[in-house]
């Protein structure tokens, strides 16, 4: 109820956004008519095809777009010939012959002729609809990640169906004060027809902006006013556990963790939970605790192979304490997480805690095997790993972020969870107490505040992150900044703005590029990203050719080397390698964050960048 409702809020803010733009002019081409048979049924037809499209979008694939982009060819001719209609009586006067007949039949057998003209109006809904594209902001991003994740269903729907409402009643309400300004204007008739064709001008502009990509590409970057703060603001206040934390940071299997990693799109970031019951002072053994039952641990099958172990069983478990540990090895906020994971596997294994880290993935490459053998190997994880590629454990758990823990007691049921970095000290006390109530003592004295990270799993810097995750493949791509806009699985040629153009958090593509639903391949060089940031580190999911051949690249910080502020995986000049599938440290600031502008030129074709994460 909480997610419809931010859906609903999110929607009615597309208003001030300048992707919405280009629907006006079809909106206010309808004012002269009752509004109850003309804009009313044409905002309606436009919510419900927007929501029924992205929802296969979202959960279909790339035949899903370019599906979609046949019908935004149909529906461009069709507002193309209703700008033209605008223009001239004439071509008015002839499209207006079917539905005058179809009014007459109606109004013959009682039901009124204005409904051929609320039809008419549905039709154009149906054509605008197809059409719209709003900008992506936090919001949306939550509910496309969720849909990417859950696939197919009703609860998605209806959710993009409110946000769509939302959209639609912030227009109504436009169009609606509006009418006025536009009934005195018609009252001369030179001025109601220089009107009315003023309009078919408009129209015809809004096809030709629509048309170009421009709605999505230059409008958003002329914008003086983002939704997206705004947004943010709503699920700050709203908080929602239904998508991703960041599809990174505790997000679902295609986003972050903070819950479908990331968002969302764009996806954003939510802390982890606290643990509800009593709480033991350190080293102590804790009296009778109020801890919930959440349910019972859930079978471990489905897992195509274990690392560290045999293959567990919630049975062969019994007697021990349990941590599950949801994760895949390219989620930033999942690699931050590791230091005290290790660190408790090492200082309690003895006393009866068993960690089970079961890696669910998010893009197609963490789902093979030797990918998740070498990840784990490279990042020195001692503790029982299972590969959850066809996200069966996860799907048993009823999962929805990255990272995700689930604390079981020596019995097999679930007595709390978190979601997200963070907590740390709440989830090791947590630990004590199952332990204590399974009656292992003299435990040694507790270790996360001790604990620090040191290179890509460093803590972030909280206080100083205004950048979400961003995705480069289409299905979750936001606040794209080049021309054209992004070409479904096509190889185009890409223009970036320049570092002047760019606003916070845009970002984009130079040279020829094919964008997939998942990533971005470069088809020839030169080709570069950039990126406008606000955070102390930045970071880059990259892969290397299909043969596996490195590739080099240089990166840059404002148009110079990055010196001292540069990552792990590059040298004060810039350069760096990209020689397997994994997130990569491309920037960490050593003195005061501030926004840069990053670029990352890459000297050799055909690789394959995924997502931004920032810390």
């Known amino acids: 109820m909480i997610l419809a409702l931010l859906a609903f809020l999110g929607g009615t803010l597309t208003i001030i956004s300048p992707c919405t733009l280009p629907v006006l002019p ?9 509004f109850a048979r003309s804009t009313l049924p044409l905002l309606v037809g436009m ?133 006025g300004v536009y009934a005195a204007l018609r009252r001369s008739l030179v001025i109601g027809e220089a009107l ?73 970031m939510m802390s982890a939970s606290a643990h509800s019951g009593a709480s033991a002072a350190p080293g102590a053994t804790p009296a009778a605790p109020a801890l919930p039952i959440e349910g019972q641990l859930p079978p471990l099958t489905g897992a195509i192979a274990w690392i560290n172990s045999p293959p567990l069983t919630p049975e062969a478990l019994r007697g021990k304490v349990v941590l599950i540990d949801f994760w895949t090895y390219s989620c930033i906020n999942c ?22 880290g079961v890696h669910s993935p998010e893009f197609a490459f963490e789902k093979e095997p030797a990918n998740v053998r070498r990840a784990v190997r490279n990042l020195g994880i001692d503790y029982p790993v299972a590969i959850d ?37 709440a989830s090791e006390q947590l630990l004590r107490q199952l332990l204590a109530l399974a009656g292992y ?46 070409v479904p699985d096509k190889p185009a040629d890409y223009h970036a703005p320049s570092m002047l153009q760019l606003q916070l958090n845009q970002w984009g593509l130079s040279g020829h590029w094919n964008v997939g639903g998942q990533a971005a391949v470069l088809q020839s060089v030169p080709g570069a990203i950039v990126f406008e940031f606000h955070a102390r580190d930045l970071h880059l999911v990259l892969g290397p050719a299909a043969d596996g051949q490195p590739i080099r690249f240089r990166v840059l910080l404002d148009g110079r080397a990055p010196g001292q502020d540069h990552g792990t995986d590059t040298d004060s000049q810039g350069y760096g390698v990209v020689h397997e599938q994994r997130l990569y440290q491309l920037i960490r600031q050593s003195g005061e964050v501030g926004s840069h502008t990053f670029s990352i030129e890459f000297l050799a074709p055909e690789v394959h960048a995924y997502s931004f994460t920032f810390g």
Not at 119 to 138: F, H, N
Not at 210 to 219: A, C
């Open 26 to 34: 079809f909106v206010f081409g309808k004012t002269d008519r009752p």
């Open 47 to 179: 919510a419900l095809t927007f929501s029924g499209v992205a929802t296969l979008a979202a959960v279909g694939g790339g035949w899903a777009v370019r599906l979609n982009s046949v019908g935004r060819v149909l529906a461009l001719a069709l507002l193309a010939l209703f700008g033209v209609a605008l223009l001239s009586k004439g071509v008015a006067e002839w499209l207006a012959r079917p539905a005058v007949a179809l009014g007459n039949r109606l109004s013959q057998s009682g039901r009124g002729g204005g409904a051929a003209d609320a039809m008419q109006s549905v039709l154009l809904g149906v054509a605008t609809g197809l059409l719209w594209a709003p900008c992506a902001g936090p919001i949306l991003g939550l509910i496309l990640t969720g849909a990417a994740i859950h696939g197919p269903n009703a609860g998605t729907t209806l959710l993009l169906l409110a946000y769509a409402l939302g959209a639609a009643l912030s227009i109504a309400v436009v169009t609606l004060a509006g009418r």
């Open 196 to 268: 009315r064709r003023g309009l078919g001008v408009l129209v015809l502009a809004a096809v030709l902006v629509i048309g170009l990509g421009w709605d999505t590409g230059i409008l958003t970057r002329l914008s003086v006013g983002s939704t997206t703060r705004l947004e943010q603001a709503l699920v700050t206040t709203f908080p929602t556990n239904s998508t991703a934390a960041t599809p990174s940071a505790a997000a679902t299997p295609s986003a972050a963790a903070t819950s479908p990693r990331g968002s969302a799109p764009a996806m954003m």
């Open 335 to 356: 690699l931050r997480t590791l230091p005290y994971l290790e660190a408790w596997y090492q200082r309690y294994h003895d006393h009866g805690l068993v960690i089970i």
């Open 389 to 425: 590629s066809n996200l069966a454990i996860w799907q048993a758990f009823d999962n929805d972020y990255w990272p995700a823990d689930y604390f079981a007691d020596s019995m097999g049921r679930i007595r709390g969870h978190a979601f997200g970095e963070g907590g740390y000290s």
């Open 441 to 486: 003592q003299d435990l040694p004295p507790p270790v996360s505040s001790d604990i620090q990270g040191a290179g890509i799993e460093a803590a972030p810097d909280q206080a100083d992150i205004e950048s979400p995750e961003t995705y480069i493949g289409y299905r979750r791509a936001s606040n794209f900044a080049s021309t054209p806009a992004i």
